[in-house]
Each structure stands twice: as C-alpha cells, then as structure tokens.
C-alpha cells in the first residue's frame, strides 16, 4: 500500500509538471464558513431514551480557484459539534442517570462548483466527496466519507463575495454504531470570501503563495517494540485505508531566494497491529532557501514543526520537532509544483501517568510530499 501510493503521488506530480494547466491563471478566492446543521446528528438507538441536541455552530476556512466555463473547485476545512444527551435506566432501581457527551468533529469537502451566468447574484450548484476526522469519539464512531451537494447564490460586493448554501451531505454507514450518526446531513452555510488575481497577492511588497499540499509517509508512526494491548478489543474495519498526509500551504517570498513557508497538515497515525487511528495537525514553520537554475529550481528547508492530536488510544504524541527538507520547483504559467522529501525529528512523547501501558510513536518521521500553489 505505500509503495502504490508513493508511485501514485510522483506520477501525479510528473503528470502535471509536463500539463500547462488553465486554472493557474483564473482567480484565487479564500475566507471563511459559518452555519449551522438543520439535521439531528443522531439517530435513536433501541436502548436509550435518547434526545438529540441540533444546534450546533459549524465554521471554518475555505479556498477556492475559479476555474473556465464558470466552474470553480472549492475545498472547506470545517469545525462543528455532534451533540446527544440520553437517560438510561438501572435496572436494580427505579433512579434514571442521565448522560450527554460533545464530539468534535472536522469535515473537509471538496467540491466542484459550477454558476448558472448571472450578473451580482449568482446561482450555484456544488457536488462532490466529503471526508470528516472525529477529535475524540465519546462511544460513537462516526463514517468518515460522504457525498456532498449543495445550491446556493453567490453576492459580488466588489471583490467580496457572500454565498448563502444550503448543502446535504449523505455518510457512509457507522462502523460498529453503538451510537449510530444520522447519515442524512443538511446545513445552512454562509461563505464569506475575498477574491484576488495572483498578480494582487503580495504583502509588503512580496508574492504570497496559497495552495494545497499532499503526499504519503515513508516511515512508520509507532515504535516496532511489543506493547501491550490496548483498551480496545473488538472487531473493527479501517475505512479508507491509505497512509496520507495533506492539507493547506502559505509561503511568501522574502528575497529572491529566500522564502518563508507555513504548512497545515492533516495526518492520521496507524497503529502496527490495530484498526485504531490518533488523528493530528502538523504546523511545520519553514525557512526555504532556492538555488539559481533555469528551469527547475532545487530548494532546501528547515524550522520548527508543531503538532496537535486526538483520538489519543493511550498515547502521548509530541507536540513539537524539528523539520528538514529537500526538493525542486517548477512554474507552469503561474502554477508551482514543488515535489519534497521531508524528515521531522520529534521531540519525546509525554508519560501517561494514569495508563499501565502506553504506546510510543517513532520520534523519525519522513514523507513524501507535493505542493501545488498559485
């Protein structure tokens, strides 16, 4: 599976240096969501008297890149809650304990974005794959694809954009679904965005990159020693079973060869001989340095990486480390692809003082990955 992946990502990232693509000069637009689910979250198990709660406030970044024949791809990264309470009665006495629990929960949806002409007001319709990571789980476990589609109506205000939507999204089965996710999904979103040409995008004088970032580990994330097992013990299906990295990039030109850049990284940690996964955010800070060549250039980089995690499985992941690199960029009309093998040295994991048993991840981390920004 790593192998096929890493082949997968070069040739992709061969591929599309070799393609003048016609995105890379359409207009870049980014900002932020905010909304609302109209939906429960859950649906009522058998065994509880189980109360739903709805509201829930959804919001996050967004990014888009407007694209020929009023098509546009849009990516949201989106921070909401899944909310329950229930009362369970004890059977050895009449008193009724009552329960409730808050999972956290990111969802990215990538969509296709197609506008019907218009003048200010224009209508849209959106489709596409939505994937969610869980921050902790509480006794649920919630799919982690779906299909998303939505309509909606773009406001131009200047080089604002307000784009009122209303998006159902349909998830795949619970694994296990002791506390089964409603599969129907239906929001109300508001997207506030500012849209600018890649020739406007510069802070204090200097070009400012934004982009996507994507690629494969080539080490594994837990130590090889035996450790003893873990709270977990029934039967469970990895879904969407592919060791990934991938996530947001920002970079900004400081002088001619140095350049600064900001990586926001989304990774699961797979365990070596279990289903359970520890979700993380890497933030690796970057100081980029390029040598002078036609054509291809080669760079070099190194900084600080944080880290945040959850859905820990009794471990203790690092929260910092420090990130080197070496790779090569090239510009086709406006598009970067920067192809990079990355290694991030991490500081020890804390000691769970609570736990009998604990597992380590691997303090060596090392991944290929490509950057694709405008």
């Not at 359409?26 to 065994?47: C, E, I, K, Y």
């Not at 003048?119 to 789980?137: D, H, Q, W, Y």
Request: net charge positive; hydrophobic share 40%; glycine share 8%.
């Amino acid at each position: 599976m790593r192998t096929k992946t890493v082949l997968a990502m070069t040739s992709l990232a061969a591929a599309l240096v070799g393609v003048s693509p016609s995105a890379s000069g359409q207009t870049l637009s980014f900002g932020g969501v905010a909304g609302t689910n109209l939906t429960s979250s859950f649906r009522n198990p058998d065994w509880a008297n189980f109360v739903p709660r709805s509201n829930s406030l959804i919001y996050g970044p967004t990014i888009e890149v407007k694209l020929p024949r009023n098509l546009a791809v849009e990516v949201n990264a989106l921070s909401r809650h899944l909310r329950y309470s229930y009362n369970v009665l004890v059977q050895d006495g009449p008193q009724l304990y009552g329960l409730q629990a808050d999972i956290g929960i990111w969802e990215f949806p990538l969509l296709a974005k197609y506008r019907l002409p218009a003048s200010k007001v224009r209508p849209f319709v959106e489709l596409g794959p939505s994937f969610r990571a869980p921050r902790n789980t509480s006794g649920t476990n919630p799919s982690r694809y779906g299909i998303a589609a939505g309509a909606g109506a773009e406001i131009h205000l200047g080089r604002w954009n307000v784009a009122p939507t209303v998006r159902y999204t349909r998830w795949a089965v619970d694994p296990l679904p002791y506390l089964p996710t409603n599969p129907n999904q239906v929001d109300l979103l508001i997207g506030f965005s500012h849209a600018t040409a890649r020739e406007s995008r510069r802070v204090l004088g200097r070009k400012l990159w934004f982009g996507v970032v994507a690629g494969a580990p080539l080490s594994g994330d837990f130590r090889d020693e035996a450790s003893p097992p873990r709270a977990f013990t029934g039967t469970a299906t990895r879904f969407f079973d592919v060791r990934f990295a991938a996530g947001l990039t920002a970079e900004v030109d400081l002088t001619k060869h140095l350049a600064l850049e900001v990586n926001g990284l989304y990774r699961r940690l797979h365990f070596n001989d279990g289903p359970e996964v520890v979700v993380t955010w890497q933030i690796p800070v970057l100081a980029k340095y390029r040598l002078s060549a036609p054509g291809v250039r080669p760079f070099v980089e190194a900084g600080p990486s944080f880290r945040l995690s959850g859905n820990l499985h009794a471990t203790s992941p690092s929260h910092c480390g420090i990130t080197a690199g070496l790779g090569a960029e090239k510009q086709v009309r406006g598009l970067k692809i920067a192809p990079v093998l990355r290694y991030t040295r991490w500081t020890a994991g804390a000691k769970l003082t609570r736990a009998s048993f604990q597992t380590l991840t691997n303090a060596n981390q090392v991944e290929l990955l490509v950057g694709f920004s405008f």
